[in-house]
């Protein structure tokens, strides 16, 4: 779904632009248009079958009501941050380390798809540098950078806009304090919103989460049962299902009972940009590059070699065996050395 145009909108049928801007009913009704009857039509198929006599009484001028219902749909995504979803690149423009020097890049660009880790050590800044892109920082932040989207500076509208941000943070405290059920919570979210097939979206969203965690919940657990891999789950699922936010940031999130390839993959189903700092050697390597934070500044980036990917899957083997062990001291098994 993307910018409606006025040759788009002419051979849609009223169904397909019904799905795609359910909030657009009450125009086409208001000019006449019932959606029900026309349902297979498109608009330029409603014109047509008009008697021209009675479009001349009411003044009916197809070419002008195109271009208004257009630019109304258009003001709507606008509204509703719908906009915001053609993200096709998010680039940093340098600031300064915590001494003040500058930082040595011209410019860094992610495109979307792409995943991108940050490492460095507690403390030099890569919470800072997540926030900056949260923040769309122009200039205006501890380290003076700049942040463009589709190369140009971003509008500041969405800074203050709650409903659909630019940018989905996952991170470490979910706080449910709510006496609600897992089905209730994603209500309340799908409802927020405004999914119109709600049960569909909460289903699939239990669905996905219940395959990332290691125990299955149902709809009607509370959410303030769920075990931490559990809530972690249901948070990457509901993040990558419901949140139209086409750049999602994850900051150092702990990943004890999810499984992390396949979060990630969800995650990044829908042309998303995925920006994660963590000190986590498996899912630093996932990405296909990595900036290197040193004293709150850029230092350099990193392209994951081919050599690190084979490594990777040493590292995703030798963590299995511990996530093994782990389990098995847990369920109060002895360890054995084969
Ligand atoms: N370039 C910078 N200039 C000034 N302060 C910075 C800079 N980068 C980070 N900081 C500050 O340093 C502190 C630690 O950074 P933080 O991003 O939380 O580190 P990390 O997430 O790597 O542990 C924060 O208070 C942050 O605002
Ligand atoms: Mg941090």
């Known amino acids: 779904m993307g910018v409606l145009t006025v040759p788009d909108l002419r051979n849609k049928k009223i169904d397909t632009l019904l799905t795609d801007y359910p909030f657009a009913e009450t125009f086409l009704v208001n000019n006449g248009i019932d959606p029900e009857k026309f349902r297979d039509s498109s608009m330029e198929d409603y014109f047509r079958q008009l008697d021209p006599e009675h479009m001349e009484d009411h003044a009916i001028d197809p070419d002008h009501l195109l271009t208004q219902f257009a630019d109304f749909v258009n003001q709507m995504l606008s509204f509703l941050g719908e906009d915001n979803k053609i993200v096709e690149s998010i680039t940093i423009l340098p600031g300064h380390d915590k001494s003040g020097n500058p930082e040595n890049f011209t410019e860094f660009v992610i495109r979307k798809n792409e995943i991108v880790s940050i490492v460095g050590p507690t403390g ?21 950078r700049s942040i463009l989207i589709n190369k140009k500076t971003p509008d500041k509208k969405w800074r203050y806009s709650s409903s659909e941000k ?11 304090v709510m006496d609600l059920s897992v089905f209730e919570f994603l209500e309340l979210h799908a409802e927020s919103r405004m999914i119109t097939d709600r049960e569909t979206v909460i289903k699939r969203i239990i669905k996905e989460a219940n395959n990332l965690a290691g125990e299955k919940f149902d709809p009607d657990t509370p959410i303030t049962a769920l075990s931490g891999g559990q809530s972690r789950a ?3 699922a509901d993040t990558a299902i419901l949140s ?16 992390r390839k396949k979060a990630l993959k969800l995650l990044l189903a829908e042309e998303k940009i995925v920006l994660m700092a963590t000190h986590d050697p498996v899912l630093a390597l996932m990405g296909n590059r990595r900036i290197v934070i040193k004293n709150g500044g850029i230092d350099k980036v990193i392209e994951t070699t081919e050599e ?12 299995r065996k511990v996530q093994n062990m782990r389990e098995k001291l847990r369920n109060g098994e002895k360890l054995t050395s084969e």
């Open 124 to 144: 030099s800044g890569k919470s800072r540098l997540l926030g900056d892109i949260e923040w769309a920082a122009q200039n205006d932040t501890p380290t003076g």
């Open 166 to 176: 630019l940018v989905a943070q996952l991170s470490q405290n979910m706080n449910f």
């Open 234 to 236: 249901l948070m990457i």
């Open 244 to 259: 139209r936010s086409p750049i999602i940031l994850i900051d150092e999130i702990e990943n004890a009972g999810i499984d």
């Open 308 to 319: 690190e990917k084979e490594i990777l899957s040493e590292i995703e083997e030798l963590d």
